[in-house]
């Protein structure tokens, strides 16, 4: 494929990637409404341990993803949270989370996304995430900027090390969470303040759009943080996985291009990328 064929595909990736989480964020809304008294009818089980949730409408959402991906692009390869995969003939990849944060939405508190990426050649070109309570979406396509709807993002604002908030999270094994928190431990006296709210995606959304002035984890996936660093990278921040390795399972991190270099190299110090769950 050419130069102008890539560019083209991936305009065309992200405006389904925007489809995809806005559809997405439907069937969850629609399926995880509450009664008069608050209530939800959620069937709750388990993954990997007995704190890694997971719903019939985290796997609901997952099939409306994959259904619509069937039908718009059957050749697309798809890795799914809930087990949605299918290889494909295509070179593109979609990395789908239907519920980012599915303790959050068990729970009730507001702060859980649909996350969609999309892979070309092994690339991330394209993704979207959507805060499915405020309905805020964000995007991004590589080399063309980030947005939040229609306003483009610029990152934090520039502040020295002990001035910043750095959002963080927590793996399900309960062994790597001892070692992550003696981290944010070492972490917070040269800091101004840590936020851990419980959506990987929308923690590298925040970034992105300035809420956050940095952030950090250990233990993800790919379909946690595909989208969500792209979106930080496109606002201009920078994303790592530290000692120039890039963002993966072992650590994801990001910040404004003023902190990046004092709050990498604390976080290496820290051994920040040696906790995986």
């Not at 008069?36 to 409408?57: E, F, I, M, N, P």
Request: a negative charge; hydrophobic letters at 45%.
């Amino acid at each position: 494929m050419t130069t102008a064929g890539h560019a083209r595909l991936a305009v065309e990736l992200e405006q389904l990637a925007v489809e995809l989480v806005t559809g997405a964020a439907d069937v969850v809304r629609g399926l995880g409404r509450r009664d008069l008294l608050g209530h939800r009818d959620l069937s709750v089980g388990t993954k990997s341990t007995a704190t890694d949730l997971v719903t019939q409408v985290d796997r609901a959402a997952e099939r409306w993803l994959v259904e619509h991906l069937a039908a718009t692009r059957p050749d697309d390869a798809v890795l799914g949270e809930e087990g949605g995969a299918r290889p494909g003939s295509s070179p593109v990849r979609w990395l789908i989370d239907p519920i980012d944060g599915t303790v959050n939405f068990v729970l009730g508190i507001p702060h859980y996304a649909v996350s969609v990426a999309a892979e070309l050649d092994g690339v991330v070109v394209a993704g979207a995430v959507v805060d499915v309570v405020s309905g805020e979406t964000f995007r991004a396509r590589r080399g063309a900027g980030a947005w939040l709807n229609e306003t483009a993002l610029s990152g934090p604002r520039d502040v020295p090390m002990e001035r910043a908030v750095i959002g963080t999270g927590f793996g399900y094994d309960a062994a790597a969470r001892t070692r992550q928190i003696s981290i944010v431990a070492e972490l917070l006296p040269r800091i101004a303040d840590i936020r851990r709210m419980g959506a990987a995606s929308l923690d590298l959304c925040s970034v992105a759009a300035g809420r956050l002035d940095g952030y950090f984890e250990a233990g993800l996936n790919p379909w946690d943080y595909a989208a969500g660093a792209l979106i930080a990278a496109e606002a201009g921040c920078r994303v790592t996985g530290l000692r120039g390795r890039p963002a993966s399972a072992q650590l994801t991190a990001a910040a404004g291009v003023s902190l990046a270099a004092e709050f990498f190299a604390v976080l290496e110090l820290l051994g920040a990328d040696s906790v995986s769950s």
